[in-house]
């Protein structure tokens, strides 16, 4: 193996202790509801085999291609968000029509999306670099398409996967040298735009007042936010032990799903955060360390893009869990249960291994 070892066993460790996890927080549940408490871990097995088998494959694959095809890619992605939303052909999931269905399995294509876009803006920027401080050539193009598959999201609606996909373009321009008065008009504006998106939907108004005082709905909007803190607080420095949480006991609804945290937090304690975040910041380091070993401008803005989704989702689950932020229902990369998810992070992990291969 000639590309990134560090970051490439960082990832398994991440994945496998994600198994042992999703089958600790959803057995006792996937007991009751299937009468089989393995059910959530072997679908999850299945999707990370098949994610290994994925990132290496990818990793072969000279990253150059995707700046040849990055317009069909991208077209792509925008024909499956559009039919995701048609009835009898996407399915509906915690209230969100952003599943293709396919028995106990689904598919999001929101997820196919964030990467699809990330290749497209990094040859869009590599190809017109001198653009770049243009607003009109060099930023208003990229700001149309991601505002289209924005809007595409949002009909779902899915607001978490669509801010993620906001953040991670953000994060390209701002590599890229787009002026600070780009983003500085750009925050007020965007910080405009989620205030009327949650203004609109009466459900995230109350995701914000259940954040700002979740006991005054304990049994309604506040109550998953309640348990999680109830998960995180008893588990001190060590934890209550693997196997021993008591939150994942029907209190905490899904856990294996966007607050698998919280069960490790109660299971490992302080100890299991840390190392569950020092992985994550060993994926960012080696992830920007690759990116600026990078020789031309396409692949240290694809490698850029990837590593930031992957570092904007996982710090975006990990502030809902603890209490930070309202709920968003963005899972946690590569430990979360759901195939989609792991397949794509572990498939964008290959684009980054590719990329640190020596010339």
Avoid at 44 to 62: D, H, W
Avoid at 165 to 182: D, N, P, R, T
Wanted: aromatic share 14%.
């Amino acid at each position: 193996m000639k590309f990134d070892k560090t970051l490439f066993f960082t990832v398994i460790i991440l994945s496998l202790f994600g198994l042992l996890m999703i089958y600790s927080s959803s057995n006792i549940w996937a007991e009751y509801k299937f009468n089989d408490s393995f059910h959530y871990l072997k679908y999850q097995t299945v999707f990370f085999i098949l994610g290994l088998i994925i990132m290496i494959f990818v990793s072969k694959i000279n990253y150059p291609i995707y700046y040849k095809y990055s317009n069909k890619i991208l077209l792509v992605s925008l024909i499956l968000l559009i039919l995701v939303l048609i009835p009898g052909i996407g399915s509906i999931r915690n209230g969100s029509r952003s599943w293709f269905g396919i028995g106990q399995l689904g598919i999001q294509p929101s997820e196919a999306a964030k990467i699809s876009l990330i290749i497209f803006t990094s040859k869009y920027l590599s190809l017109n670099e001198k653009y770049i401080n243009n607003f009109l050539k060099g930023v208003i193009p990229i700001l149309l398409i991601v505002g289209i598959f924005f809007f595409l999201i949002m009909l779902q609606p899915d607001l978490g996967t669509g801010l993620i996909l906001v953040l991670s373009i953000i994060s390209i321009l701002f590599i890229a040298g787009v002026s600070m008065k780009f983003f500085i008009t750009g925050g007020f504006l965007g910080i405009l735009c989620v205030i009327v998106l949650i203004i609109i939907a009466p459900y995230r108004m109350d995701r914000i007042t259940s954040f700002i005082n979740p006991w005054k709905d304990s049994l309604g909007t506040g109550f998953q936010m309640i348990q999680s803190l109830y998960a995180i607080g008893p588990g001190g420095l060590l934890g209550l032990g693997l196997g021993n949480s008591i939150q994942k006991h029907f209190y905490l609804p899904e856990p294996q799903t966007d607050f698998i945290f919280s069960i490790i937090s109660e299971e490992f304690g302080v100890m299991g955060a840390i190392i569950v975040v020092g992985l994550f910041s060993i994926l960012l380091y080696r992830g920007i360390k690759i990116s600026l070993n990078t020789k031309d401008s396409f692949s240290k803005y694809l490698s850029f893009g990837i590593l930031f989704q992957i570092i904007f989702q996982a710090i975006m689950n990990l502030s809902v869990v603890v209490g930070l932020i309202p709920v968003t229902g963005v899972t946690l990369p590569f430990l979360s249960y759901g195939g989609s998810s792991l397949l794509v992070s572990m498939g964008s992990i290959g684009i980054i291994l590719n990329i640190s291969k020596p010339n």
